[in-house]
């Protein structure tokens, strides 16, 4: 693991930084009195004492907040009799908090004019059933609103694309079958 940034990475940290930027305000102002007559033969100094001055008084990076500590991890209590037998006895199963990430999707959703055809409703349906996984996470991170945009770019230009465009809709349709395939 590398420990250093290289001298590339930390030229250009200073380079960004405000120590250099307020630095090159007072060049500048120091270029603008050379112009306006008033460095003399002695403009080179002052343009460089300026740029000093202004790299030098300017404050430094805020150093960052320490992080706290996470909270210790509780210790677990004794178990009782009394607690066991209620632990075992069958509970109710909790449906999981739906994704906030789908319900985003879903609001998005209900504001585009989408096919009705195309089965995006089916599919957010069928995404809210089977819950959080890797394959309904992959498609509603990624795979459904990239295929919505190539509906909504596609339908944009429909105007001007040639007589044998296939039609987005049905292009939308066939890549929502396509993700509830996968879906399973």
Not at 91 to 107: G, I, M, N, W
Not at 156 to 180: F, H, N, S, Y
């Amino acid at each position: 693991m590398a420990t250093s940034d290289g001298y590339g990475r930390r030229a250009l940290r200073y380079l960004e930084s405000t120590r250099n930027l307020v630095g090159c305000g007072g060049g500048a102002l120091g270029l603008g009195l050379h112009f306006a007559g008033l460095g003399g033969a002695w403009w080179p100094g002052v343009v460089a004492g300026l740029y000093g001055a202004g790299a030098l008084l300017t404050p430094g990076p805020k150093p960052t907040p320490p992080q706290p500590a996470p909270p210790p991890a509780p210790t677990p209590a004794p178990v009782s009799v009394s607690v066991s037998v209620s632990v075992s006895a069958p509970r109710e199963t909790a449906e999981p908090p739906p994704d906030p990430e789908l319900e985003a999707l879903t609001v998005y959703l209900d504001t585009v004019p989408l096919p009705a055809s195309a089965g995006v409703d089916a599919l957010l349906a069928a995404l809210r059933e089977t819950g959080p996984g890797p394959a309904a996470d992959r498609i509603v991170r990624h795979r459904l609103p990239v295929a919505v945009d190539g509906y909504l770019r596609a339908r944009t230009w429909l105007p001007w694309a040639g007589p044998d465009t296939p039609d987005p809709a049905a292009e939308l349709g066939r890549e929502v079958k396509q993700l509830a395939a996968e879906l399973g």
